[in-house]
């Protein structure tokens, strides 16, 4: 499981930049208005071969000065509880301010590594500025521009050294992990106790009773398997505490340390953006997925309701369609099994290997009737052969004179050949374009 790294601090101080230099992407909404980010955002960064999560907190515009600054201690205090590691952004242009102060005295109380980094710092006068912060207790102070990169090396460098190795106690057994993963109040406790036949987990109708991750083994039923569970009861007084940053960083953690997901959806509700969302880190993840839509007690139907459905899930989902839907109700006990049967069926289809010759064999006559489109005239693509990489889930390398001019779209071609060859229904595929 990764280390989790999270940006905290006052609206508009950079956190969205500093994530997207990190991630080495555009994921978070950057603007010069304050509280523009309003979902917390997820990516994956790697420094001196170490890789790690980070967690963009982000800030809040809605409301009066008083609850606005009440939220921010609330994502500060989740992100002690739930992260690795903490980077405390500030602004040398603006000094330390009360609100800054504030976060300071919530961060001296934790026993987990915070970084101070000072943002902005663009030139000699503003670096030392920076010296300013030493004066909210928490150790050295870290200068960075997070527009331009410069200091985030440095940054970085001291980050990793402070990452803990993860226990790897998931390893030790060889039976499949599943996680059940979903927004809040889809039903998930309620699945887990249907299938371990008692109410280990407390069920509510409040969003996010459950929170740490725990593995449970199942053998039953001709089933075996070890099932990750975000198990825990949150206490009542903290049930008004910030539901979506739990639900992200549970959904994470259980998502890396699984093979296979169940993302369950609310039947009545549909499947929306936080749902898409969480297929996505499951995707980018390389687990294995089964959709399983619930409450599918309480749907009005006709001969033609479940098709539909599924077709609707898969426009919303695509291109990653190759997946199976189940629909179930947990509270009558339908299509359980189904799942379990799906899950198993995705688990193996994950573990499955293509031997080259048979790659090869398939792929290549492929490929000549329908080559890859040619970057111009003089700059002809030809792949030579295929492997599948030795990785814990289907990746293949594609052998060619020019890797960086193939185009996403032919890449999705060979990536349903393969899907239409090879049973590959449920986990995500990787392809490699290498020279040769």
Not at 44 to 53: I, K, L, Q
Not at 200 to 219: C, E, F, K, L, M
Not at 242 to 252: C, P, T
Request: charged letters at 30%.
């Amino acid at each position: 499981m990764k280390n989790i790294l999270a940006i905290v601090g006052r609206p508009n101080v950079g956190k969205s930049t500093l994530f997207n230099r990190l991630t080495e992407s555009r994921d978070a909404i950057v603007e010069e208005s304050s509280g523009v980010t309003r979902d917390r955002n997820y990516g994956e960064s790697h420094w001196n071969g170490m890789e790690f999560a980070v967690v963009d907190t982000g800030g809040y515009v809605i409301g009066s000065e008083d609850v606005f600054e009440e939220e921010i201690r609330k994502q500060v205090k989740l992100a002690i509880e739930e992260t690795d590691i903490i980077l405390f952004l500030v602004d040398v242009i603006d000094g330390i301010t009360p609100m800054d102060e504030d976060v300071a005295s919530l961060l001296r109380k934790t026993d987990k590594p915070v970084f101070v980094v000072s943002n902005k710092v663009d030139n000699t006068k503003r670096y030392n500025d920076s010296s300013e912060f030493y004066a909210l207790g928490l150790g050295e102070v870290y200068s960075i521009s997070s527009i331009n990169g410069s200091g985030t090396g440095d940054l970085l460098d001291a980050v990793v050294k402070e990452f803990k190795e993860k226990p790897e106690g998931e390893k030790a057994s060889d039976l499949p992990k599943y996680a059940v993963v979903g927004r809040p109040n889809v039903g998930k406790s309620s699945f887990i106790n249907a299938l371990l036949g008692d109410d280990r987990n407390i069920v509510t109708s409040v969003a996010g009773t459950t929170r740490d991750t725990i593995n449970t083994p199942y053998n039953r039923f001709g089933y075996e398997f070890e099932l990750v569970d975000t198990a825990g009861i949150r206490k009542k007084k903290k049930v008004h505490e910030n539901i979506e940053f739990y639900s992200v960083l549970r959904a994470i953690k259980a998502i890396e340390n699984s093979d296979v997901c169940f993302l369950m959806i609310d039947a009545k509700e549909g499947i929306e953006a936080q749902d898409i969302a969480i297929l996505r880190l499951i995707q980018k993840n390389n687990k294995g997925l089964v959709i399983v839509v619930n409450k599918w007690d309480l749907i009005e139907k006709s001969s033609n309701t479940h098709l539909e459905f599924t077709r609707t899930i898969k426009a919303k989902i695509a291109p990653f369609t190759d997946v199976p839907i189940i629909f179930t109700s947990v509270h009558e006990k339908q299509r359980l099994f189904k799942a379990l049967d799906a899950a198993n069926q995705v688990s193996e289809n994950r573990k499955r290997k293509i031997t080259t010759s048979k790659l090869n064999e398939h792929l290549l006559p492929l490929i000549q009737s329908f080559p890859p489109p040619a970057a111009s005239r003089e700059r002809y693509i030809k792949i030579k052969y295929i492997t599948q990489l030795p990785l814990a889930y289907p990746a293949f390398a594609f052998f060619c004179n020019l890797p960086q001019d193939v185009k996403d779209s032919y890449a999705r071609f060979l990536e349903n050949k393969i899907r239409e060859e090879y049973n590959f229904t449920g986990s995500p595929i990787r392809l490699y374009f290498r020279d040769k």
